[in-house]
């Protein structure tokens, strides 16, 4: 047909098409557009070139693509769909989950729609919300891969692990895909059946040879059951297959292999912390037996006046995650604000209703913009968990401390850590979480110009059917 009419919009369109279906992306880019030049008012052409563009990479001119689409044609649910996995990519979640609803508007039998509905709503964290989309894509599709990925995923993140397990299995049945054997294992480690997650993540790299996160999933795996050289081996190989450098050397680091860090990776808390909001209240308590908010409100209050008895003007929670201090702190002081890494522990923190502002951020990077001696209550309730070196911290607290302002936090003890050197300051746990000596947080208090106040030792939280002891201190600035 080109050779009769070079420029008929059908012929260069449809061989974009299929340009793209046979996986040459830039050729079908580059036919799409010849096409539109004929004619630019064709949505299809335009939502093509834009799923195209994505295969490229070319997120940001894939999503123009798609929302030039929808001028044309508001009713196009595939371009309403397309948008939303651009969206996604983008890390515009809530926008996405838009983009899937008007296509699910526009046709309630978009199976994809639903199952993508799924993904982002567990990207969002409201996985209840996921399990519902997926099982409503799976009724339209019962044996869809994708789907049932989706859903295993979400019930994994609801730690209904052994229905995940069961779901992932279906899907294998259907697919044995490397990505799915690597989330049958996160099930199942979660579950505590290493051995059988070490098997899953064993599959998915036969699969898949250079799956960095299937080695680094491995790697954590034999690190639990105990196999501290395989574990290291298998950290290395991740690495050089591109695995997030950092969050490996944490982990060699805590295994005595490399420099001690002075923190934990902000991707690493941030992602841990992410994942963890739709049900970390409930995790800590019920499973964790975790104690700190309350412990330091009882030693607190004993020194601190509540707000309408002429208390503090000004707190600061420090890493206030869901929120979970903000019912003591909330009585204390005129104005609250709350500080954490992850924003959706933030969003968990806002719907409590106990903060006047709440801030996305690194907690030292947060302390450095406040202004000097502002505030009555620096709290930091099992934060210091992802810091080693707390001497920035200590220093920038001081600052944004007023005198006789109180700075009151927890550190899980060093001296109940077994195998630690004798006079380290601080050194990682087996949970990848930090230990502190009790005597070098004195020292840093002394060093910045605090005074102690009040000093316990208790259990924090339970964890792998034993007491985590911690210390509890209450420092004033002088």
Known sequence: MLALAPRQFDALHLLGVIARQRGDAAGAAALIREALEVDPGQARAHCNLGAALQDLGE????????????RLDPRYPLAWDNRGNTLRRLGRLDEALHSY??????RHDYQEAWCHRAIVLHDLGRDADAVASAERALLLRPADPEALLALGNALQALERFD??????????AKTPRADIWCAHGSALKKAGALDAALASYEQALALRPDYALAQHYRANTLRALGRRGDAIAAYRAALALGADAAGIGFALAALGEGAMPS????????????????????????????????????????????????????????????????????????RLTGVDLSARMLDKARATGH??????????????????ARCGLV???????????LAPVFGEAARALEPGGRFAFSVEALEDVAGTPGGADYAITPSNRFAHALGYVERLAAAHGFV?????????????????AGHLVLLRRD
């Open 163 to 172: 229905e995940a397990g069961a779901v992932y299995q279906r899907a294998l």
């Open 452 to 468: 102690p106040v009040a000093v316990r030792q208790a259990a924090l939280r339970r964890e792998d059917g034993r007491d985590v």
């Open 263 to 334: 923190s934990a990776p902000q991707a690493y808390v941030k992602g841990l912390f992410d994942g963890y909001a739709g049900h970390f209240d409930r995790h800590l308590v019920e499973v964790l037996a975790y104690r700190t908010p309350a412990l330091l409100d009882e030693l607190l209050r004993p020194h601190v006046t509540a707000a309408d008895g002429k208390g503090l003007d000004e707190a600061l929670d420090l890493g206030c995650g869901t929120g979970l201090c903000g019912t003591f702190l909330r009585p204390l002081a005129r």
């Open 101 to 106: 609803e008007q296509a699910l508007a526009l």
């Open 355 to 372: 903060y006047d502002a709440l801030a996305c951020a690194d907690i030292v990077d947060f302390l450095k913009g406040q202004a000097a």
């Open 379 to 389: 709290l930091a309730a099992d934060v210091f968990v992802y810091l080693g070196d």
């Open 59 to 70: 997120t940001e001119t894939a999503l123009a693509g798609y929302d030039q689409a929808l």
